[in-house]
């Protein structure tokens, strides 16, 4: 994975753009990933760690509505999380995560359930994806796979948008 982190860093400081992640069920994983590549203090803006629903509305601008309706494990929440992220930390692109890690099911959603999203520039009105996963293992298992997804998703949505401009 530390080869995609650095080609993630490398795309953002080509266009000079930054990220930013709001993540529920990794607990600061994608952050302290994207930390850990040298020289990522000039494209990553930092992060949220909104464990606690509450703090997904508080601090991330996830509407309360959509999390009493839908609960936090929701593919509409992720999207909220990487809009809300993006604009309140004034970034480029926006991460969002959430999902069920386990040991049992939350919302009506079961072990491995997790929902990403990125948000960022691009052609016209910008790019805004959601991706659905759903992944088997433990705990720990689950957490570092939900990473590596993460910085897939955003690798592939930052490299399309530096091909189309």
């Not at 590549?37 to 509505?65: N, P």
């Amino acid at each position: 994975m530390a080869g995609r982190l650095e080609q993630v860093h490398r795309m953002l400081a080509a266009q000079e753009q930054t990220v930013a992640v709001a993540e529920s069920v990794t607990g600061g994983l994608l952050a302290a990933a994207l930390t850990s590549t040298a020289g990522a203090s000039a494209t990553f803006r930092g992060g949220l760690v909104v464990y606690a629903t509450d703090l997904k509305a508080r601090l991330a601008g996830v509407s309360e509505s959509l999390l009493a309706e839908q609960g936090a494990v929701a593919p509409q929440v992720a999207l909220e999380l990487a809009r809300g992220v993006r604009e309140r930390l004034s970034a480029s692109w926006g991460v969002g995560v959430t999902g069920v890690a386990g040991p049992e099911p939350q919302d009506g959603k079961p072990v491995g359930t997790v929902f990403l999203s990125v948000v960022g520039p691009g052609p016209d009105a910008g790019i805004e994806s959601v991706s659905e996963l759903n992944l088997h293992g433990d705990r720990n298992m689950i957490r570092v796979q939900i990473v590596e997804q993460a910085v897939a998703l955003l690798a592939g949505a930052v490299s399309h948008v530096n091909r189309a401009l």
